[in-house]
């Protein structure tokens, strides 16, 4: 078997935060009288650090606190209506089931992460949760590469699974595969041009794990 775990970004890779990010980041923007975005606009501009994505946006940290207070309140208020993305149950037990371990490492902070998983009860399957130590989504790389030294797997058993292109830094910084999913927080062509492999569905995951590391395939029905 090629990999045995498998490390899983959180925000919009298993969960579906996209909408609540717009709204969030729209709220804001009205209060301020500056151009709304449209979910193709966001998907467009997503980026890290994500102080850069709001300085295309048009703040300026010059001026005011980063990360803006009111976004992370409108989030925490409305994180409870995020749902997780079609299939993600089913993937992650199916996963489980064919001996595969499991993992989040999200730019999320620690204490929110757990909130967060535990919330939608899916804490069970998951080894670790790796969250980072700050509100500015700063640090996943640091995070990542500190858990794998401390953990038993080798990097070359190892599969990590997002929807940024940041994802796919992390990746290369831990010296693990990675694939990107394309139903987060970044376009389709922006996350080809990473020139990793784009799924655009969770199952399409669980259909290469069987292949890639021959395993009979599961029923997806």
Known sequence: ???????????????DDRWL???????????????L???EKYRNLFCFPVIKYYEKLGFDFTFEHFPIPEF???YKNGFEKCNLHNDAEFVLRRIKELGFTQSILSAG??????RWVKHHKIEKMFSHLIGIDN???DGKIEAGISWLKNSDFSSEHILLIGDTIHDSEV???MGVECILIDIGHVSTYRLKKTRHKVFSSLK???EYLTIEDQIKKPSLK
């Open 72 to 74: 992370l309140e409108y």
């Open 204 to 206: 399409s995951v669980l």
């Open 171 to 173: 990746s290369k910084a």
């Open 109 to 114: 902070k620690q204490n929110s992460l757990i």
């Open 37 to 39: 975005v449209s979910n």
């Open 21 to 35: 990010c717009i709204e969030a980041i729209n709220h804001i923007l009205k209060s301020r009288k500056m151009a």
């Open 135 to 137: 509100e500015k989504a």
């Open 1 to 15: 078997m090629k990999y045995k775990h498998i490390v899983w970004d959180w925000n919009g890779t298993l969960l």
